[in-house]
């Protein structure tokens, strides 16, 4: 056996010996071999990838781990996208719209003289249409569009400037106007700081009433806000702190999902109970003290009758005397 393991393995050093792609080497006085080997090459594919259509990018958030990262958190991205797609359907592009961020920008810092400054006139209107619930934002938006198309086209009122809010999605600016309820038109002078309001119920939504009411100036005949809460007064810092403080609970509300506020109300309302019973023991109840000796009880004919405790005094005997000796 131990001959056969070693017969074995010299065969298994010997069989590679006559391989051959072993090479016999370099012997000396032989030449040097120049022809060396081309080189493996490869062709690189040149062909540009398909651009995407035009208004689309290469990335969406309505495909793809993300959007499925956030239906997981409960966060439906694609209804969303879709509602913000029917709402610039539904309003006219060329109506800028006012937002948080570029009110500022667009309204209190406009590029003006002093002169025009002076005539300038933001002529806004705040509905809640992108909530898809409200027909008379719907119908308030459809009329202020045409009045704007119609002022374009006669072009008389080059010193009114036309804009939108949607008010389901500006917070700060609504807020600090102190605006709860919409379709509102508000109309904005002197760089923000003369402000006139109107809600559907005080002006017609027409669309020659609504130009007839800016060209004549009727719009001047209305008092501004000049409480010590608007802009200017000495109070407007209460309106600014709490439109911050909406602004940011907002902003922290509008990304949590629907099941997480459910589970959060939920907690809140379990504290708030156990906080208003913290005075109670469970499993107790109130029991009616017992009632004192003498005292009124109640009857099941509803008269009440009076037990008076008994007494016992003696009494004296007439014509009875301890007898005695004489």
Excluded: C
């Amino acid at each position: 056996m131990r001959l056969n393991a070693l017969a074995v393995a010299a065969l298994a050093f010997v069989a590679p010996s006559s391989a051959q792609y072993f090479s016999n080497g370099w012997t000396p006085g032989q030449a040097v071999p120049t022809d060396v080997p081309p080189a493996s090459s490869f062709e690189i594919d040149t062909t540009p990838l398909p651009s995407p259509r035009q208004g689309e990018s290469g990335f969406s958030l309505a495909t793809g781990p993300v959007a499925q990262l956030l239906n997981r958190l409960g966060i439906n991205i694609t209804e969303r996208l879709e509602a913000a797609q029917a709402n610039l359907e539904i309003w006219d592009r060329r109506i800028p719209l006012i937002t948080d961020e570029n009110y500022n920008d667009v309204i209190v810092n406009e590029a003006l003289t002093e002169e025009e400054a002076k005539n300038r006139v933001w002529f806004l209107i705040i509905t809640a249409a992108s909530s898809q619930s409200s027909s008379i934002s719907l119908y308030a938006d459809k009329q202020f569009d045409e009045a704007y198309n119609t002022t374009l086209i006669e072009n008389d009122l080059p010193h009114v400037r036309w804009g939108r809010i949607d008010y389901m999605n500006v917070t700060y600016i609504t807020t600090k106007w102190a605006i709860w309820n919409v379709p509102v038109v508000v109309a904005v002078s002197d760089r923000g700081n003369t402000l006139r309001f109107w809600r559907a119920s005080q002006i017609r939504l027409r669309p020659e009433l609504l130009r007839e009411f800016l060209k004549s100036g009727m719009w001047e005949h209305t008092p501004p806000w000049q409480t010590s809460f608007a802009p200017g007064g000495n109070r407007e810092f209460v309106m600014e702190w709490q439109a911050i403080v909406m602004t940011k609970y907002y902003n922290i509300i509008r990304v949590v999902p629907r099941w997480a506020l459910y589970i959060l109300t939920g907690l809140l309302g379990s504290l708030i109970m156990n906080f208003v019973h913290r005075g109670r023991k469970p499993g107790t109840t109130k029991t009616n003290p017992a009632p004192p000796p003498g005292a009124v009880e109640p009857t099941a004919s509803g008269t009440s009758t009076a037990v008076a405790p008994a007494t016992s005094v003696a009494t004296p005997v007439k014509g009875k005397r301890g007898k005695g000796k004489k």
